[in-house]
Nanobody
Framework: HVQLVESGGGSVQAGGSLRLSCSVSGYIFSSCTMGWYRQAPGKERELVSSIDSDGTTIYADSVKGRFTISQDNAKNTLYLQMNSLKTEDTAVYYC???????????????WGRGTQVTVS
């Protein structure tokens, strides 16, 4: 049974920083592409960042230079370091595991329940 549990969300002032963590259990963590998504009120869920098993990373243009995705295979934990936060970063952030494609559209096998990030 695969389980993803996010933590580290909270409220912060614009310009501040937060680090999100996603603890993964139930499968070989290092063999999958992992990702962070977010969904703001009234908006669609969007990809924030992903990291492949070989360490290749992708970032949304809106977070490039401010956010850093990383993973600790020994701890089965995915991280998202968020710096220089903006009010538009306010959203629920979700951890996602094991990317695959359906008709070219990325999908993920497993999702966490999300953690709220509020920037004011």
């Amino acid at each position: 049974h695969v389980q993803l549990v996010e933590s580290g969300g909270g409220s912060v002032q614009a310009g501040g920083s937060l680090r999100l963590s996603c603890s993964v259990s139930g499968y070989i963590f290092s063999s999958c592409t992992m990702g962070w998504y977010r969904q703001a009120p009234g908006k669609e869920r969007e990809l924030v960042s992903s990291i492949d098993s070989d360490g290749t990373t992708i970032y949304a243009d809106s977070v490039k230079g401010r956010f850093t995705i990383s993973q600790d295979n020994a701890k089965n934990t995915l991280y998202l370091q968020m710096n220089s936060l903006k009010t538009e970063d306010t959203a629920v952030y979700y951890c996602a595991a094991c990317r695959y494609y359906v008709y070219g559209v990325p999908q993920y096998s497993n999702w966490g329940r999300g953690t709220q990030v509020t920037v004011s």
